[in-house]
């Protein structure tokens, strides 16, 4: 089902959870969270992803998910469609007993970081917010927007929270990536990641003990996302 955008824009900042009850998620997050209660990286055909946001809202059902964001890459147009089908699932299943999971804002986006291009995830922001509109277009930014420290900075106008992808995938350690993300100011860290893409998913070992030593060290939050691209939201591909 795909619907119309324009009228229902006004209403998605009222309805929208907040950026506070993400916050308490990303305290209780640990390895077993993630692809069965919650999943904080997904990709829809809004971006580089196969699913469409209507069919990933069933499947997320259909899991039992307690908690998800849609984070294509320089796109909120899935997130919107999700929320719409959502609020129409609401409607026409009112009497329903299942739980169904919150929807939060998302998105990915490329940012300079130690002169190396890395992903940073938005979460919970107002969608509307103007800080945004730099990253809303399918593509990375360039110039002082392309920049991590600025990237965070409009993550946080938005009134939303910054994480750090997935961060043992880059050609710099995690170990100088995370303080310097940290030190502008960013939110958390994709603690629980599989890096080889196991079947059943499961977030890599090792890379998780070093990146959640690291959000200890600076105060972050851990998350997880299993970077769905595919039709399966239990895989990356």
């Not at 910054?162 to 030190?183: D, F, G, M, Q, T």
Request: charged fraction near 15%; hydrophobic fraction near 40%.
């Amino acid at each position: 089902m795909t619907v119309n955008l324009a009228p229902v824009l006004n209403s998605q900042k009222s309805v929208a959870p907040t950026m506070l009850a993400l916050k308490e998620v990303f305290q209780s997050i640990d390895a077993d969270s993630c692809p069965s209660a919650y999943n904080f990286h997904m990709h829809t055909v809004y971006s580089d992803g196969q699913l469409r946001p209507e069919a990933l809202m069933e499947s997320a059902i259909a899991i039992g998910l307690k908690g998800l964001a849609i984070t294509d890459h320089h796109s909120i147009n899935g997130f919107f469609q999700a929320q719409i089908w959502l609020d129409h699932w609401k409607l026409n299943n009112s009497d329903s007993k299942l739980t169904l999971p919150t929807l939060w804002s998302g998105i990915e986006i490329n940012a300079n970081l130690l002169n190396i291009e890395v992903h940073i995830l938005g979460y919970a922001f107002d969608p509307q917010d103007s800080s945004l509109q730099p990253y809303l277009h399918g593509k990375g930014a360039i110039g002082d927007a392309y920049q991590a420290e600025n990237v965070i900075n409009a993550i946080h106008q938005a009134g939303g929270l910054a994480v750090l992808a997935h961060p043992c995938r880059y050609r710099i350690s995690a170990n100088k990536l995370v303080p310097e993300a940290a030190s502008f100011g960013i939110d958390g860290v994709e603690s629980f990641y599989a890096y080889a893409n196991p079947n059943p998913w499961c977030p890599s070992p090792k890379q998780t003990l070093i990146v959640q030593e690291l959000a200890a060290n600076w105060g972050l939050f851990n998350t997880c996302g299993t970077d769905t691209h595919g039709l399966n939201l239990l895989q990356r591909l």
